[in-house]
């Protein structure tokens, strides 16, 4: 049950480098140098990672700036009782190379990876910020629909047995199936722990008490939870990012970059826009805790709802679209949908294929939730609403609709039902002595 594995030796060559060390790497690269510009020793470095494993420092010198990301060798929310391979510094490289080139635009660009010292160099995004900052802050982001839509309507399709042949996608089901400790995180933590008793599990107490063991205990909702882990663990529908929540988007109002991508491997594609859609909900159900005067946040809870709304309805258009335009793959083979009936037969099975995937997203969207307010690694959405009582209420309700969702999948047939159930939800106020 437990993600750890066992310590790995680090590779020779690894060790961790921070301020004087990285300035002498980047310094003997003659690109990157060229890039900061300067003498090394003049450089600024500031480790600014706020995630949950990895190192990030923001280099900069008189001509421009980067960032470095590097793995440590355990994860860092958690210290080094928990080792981690190296290794998913490679699957992140792998993964931003193959989204560079479907998704053009929409990742930063790679400018190094050394594979030795599990770090990669990246153009520096700024002004960007991580959009759940953004969210919290109640900005809205009119760019951002469009943006992540093409992104995963891209980098899902075009990694497809739909868009791919055969021998190819199992070519990069193969190069992706190395990462599978990350996997293991995810196995345990969205789609195990928040359901048992976890040492590490932790929800707002005491409000939350009796919630957290509502869900320990109902068996309903364990077989749905095993449902949804079983299709992420045998499901290789596309190369997905793995982790695509708000805290790995950085946007501005007109630019939106999906980064950290160090989760990903083939999955079920409903893990990622549910990752979306579920993290567009809590900035929803959060909204009402960081208001601080009535209705002050209601031009920003709109757009989120609206949002929410879109990011369904234009992914299925643009995948929908890239299926009837660049379907070179092996499944629906052209030759059985011949003429005018097979036409018209195939885009009805086109739009089936698109029910059964929302139903995924519904559910994921449900597991993605639980494992933020019930499990380990919680998010500042919820986490920065100062008042324990006033988090837990908007933590209850976003469970509740989450568990709903969950548990009554087919009641959700399209997105607007979610939408509904989450405004109707906006006023309620859960009764915590039970
Ligand atoms: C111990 S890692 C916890 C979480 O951080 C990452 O962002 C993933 O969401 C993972 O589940
Ligand atoms: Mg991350």
């Given at each position: 049950m437990d993600s750890r594995v066992a310590p790995q030796?680090?590779?020779?060559?690894?060790?961790?480098?921070?301020?004087?060390?990285?300035?002498?790497?980047?310094?003997?690269?003659?690109?990157?140098?060229?890039?900061?510009?300067?003498?090394?020793e003049a450089w600024s470095v500031t480790e600014v990672g706020d995630g949950n494993l990895n190192?990030?420092?923001?280099?900069?010198?008189?001509?421009?700036?980067?960032?470095?990301?590097q793995a440590l060798p355990y994860?860092?929310?958690?210290?080094?009782?928990?080792?981690?391979?190296?290794?998913?510094?490679?699957?992140?490289?792998?993964?931003l190379t193959h989204q560079a080139r479907l998704a053009p635009g929409l990742v930063p660009a790679v400018l190094h990876h050394d594979e030795t010292l599990a770090l990669t160099a990246m153009e520096l995004l700024e002004p960007h910020i991580i959009m759940r900052k953004g969210l919290v802050a109640g900005t809205c982001y009119p760019r951002f629909v469009e943006d992540i839509t093409t992104f995963m309507a891209r980098t899902l399709f075009l990694s497809s047995d739909?868009?791919?042949?055969?021998?190819?996608?199992?070519?990069?089901?193969?190069?992706?199936?190395?990462?599978h400790a990350l996997c293991k995180i995810t196995e345990d933590l969205i789609f195990t722990d928040p359901y048992r008793k976890a040492e590490q599990n932790r929800w707002t107490q005491p409000y939350l008490d009796a919630t957290a063991a509502r869900f320990r205990e109902d068996l309903d909702l364990h077989v749905a939870i095993s449902r949804l882990k079983l299709k992420f663990m045998s499901s290789p529908?596309?190369?997905?990012?793995?982790?695509?929540?708000?805290?790995?988007i950085m946007v501005t109002e007109n630019e939106t970059k999906v980064i950290?991508?160090?989760?990903?491997?083939?999955?079920?594609?409903?893990?990622?826009?549910?990752?979306?859609?579920?993290?567009?909900?809590m900035a929803y159900f959060a909204s009402d805790g960081h208001e601080r005067e009535l209705s002050e946040r209601q031009a920003f809870e709109t757009w989120?709802?609206?949002?929410?709304?879109?990011?369904?309805?234009?992914?299925?258009?643009?995948?929908?679209?890239l299926w009837r335009s660049e379907a070179k793959g092996d499944a629906y083979p052209a030759i059985l949908f011949e003429g005018a009936a097979g036409a018209a037969r195939l885009e009805r099975e086109r739009q089936g294929y698109l029910n059964r995937l929302f139903q995924d997203t519904v559910g994921f969207a449900a597991a993605k939730t639980i494992r933020r307010i019930l499990g380990l690694a919680h998010n500042i959405d919820f986490e920065l609403i100062e008042d324990l009582k006033r988090r837990a209420v908007c933590e209850a309700r976003s469970l509740h609709l989450a568990r709903t969702m969950m548990l009554d999948t087919p009641s959700f047939p399209t997105i607007d039902k979610v939408t509904k159930a989450a405004r109707a939800l906006r006023g309620w106020q859960p009764d915590f002595s039970r």
């Open positions: 030796p680090t590779p020779g060559g690894y060790r961790i480098l921070a301020d004087s060390a990285l300035r002498d790497y980047l310094g003997r690269l003659p690109a990157i140098a060229a890039r900061l510009g300067g003498l090394p190192l990030v420092f923001i280099v900069k010198g008189p001509s421009g700036g980067i960032a470095v990301k994860v860092r929310l958690v210290g080094e009782s928990w080792p981690l391979p190296l290794s998913r510094a490679h699957y992140e490289h792998l993964a739909l868009a791919v042949p055969a021998a190819q996608k199992k070519e990069g089901i193969a190069a992706f199936a190395g990462n529908e596309a190369l997905i990012h793995g982790d695509l929540h708000t805290g790995s950290d991508p160090e989760f990903a491997f083939y999955g079920p594609m409903g893990f990622d826009v549910g990752a979306i859609i579920a993290n567009l909900l989120v709802l609206h949002a929410i709304e879109t990011v369904w309805t234009e992914f299925a258009g643009k995948f929908l679209a």
